[in-house]
């Protein structure tokens, strides 16, 4: 049960179902890929407005942390600090059973490094299209230990 609650952020039967698209957004060994993985608690707040429902953010959407609350939503280009990318999509609503309601999510699908796909990233306030990266998108993610696959790799 713990596994399913880090990878997915609920126990069956609290909510909804929802389906979603699969997204790869790594590229090369796993290992490699699987040693930037980190649990973070994503902000029930937290919106994707290039989806629909907008509760649900998909996998690929670019995230930042809060340096207060150490919660993560989707980065905002103009202000943020980008730290890592979503790799499961996630639903940050929850029924109560007395309605629906902003949930935290503590979630293990959070890249924080690695060897990314460009064409699955998504920039939430930009298009919403996955693969339109702009050149401070292209900046941050530089700052963090990645390697895009449509860059060529420098020693």
């Excluded at 909510?15 to 290992?31: H, I, L, P, S």
């Excluded at 989707?74 to 902003?102: H, N, R």
């Excluded at 990266?133 to 420098?154: C, G, H, M, N, S």
């Amino acid at each position: 049960m713990s596994l399913l609650n880090q990878l997915y952020g609920a126990i069956p039967g609290f909510q909804g179902e929802f389906t979603t698209q699969e997204a790869e957004v790594t590229w090369g060994k796993t290992d490699v890929n699987d040693s930037f993985l980190r649990s973070v608690i994503i902000d029930g707040t937290s919106r994707d407005s290039g989806n629909t429902p907008d509760t649900i953010l998909r996998a690929g959407l670019l995230m930042e942390a809060d340096g207060t609350s150490k919660k993560w939503s989707p980065w905002v280009e103009a202000t943020g600090k980008l730290s890592g990318v979503l790799v499961f999509a996630i639903d940050t609503q929850l029924d109560t059973g007395a309605g629906v309601a902003d949930a935290d999510r503590f979630i293990g699908a959070i890249l924080v490094g690695g060897q990314w796909r460009h064409d699955q990233l998504i920039i939430e306030l930009n298009s919403g299209v996955p693969g339109v990266l702009t050149a401070e998108a292209r900046t941050q993610i530089k700052a963090i230990p990645v390697w895009l696959d449509d860059e060529p790799f420098v020693a």
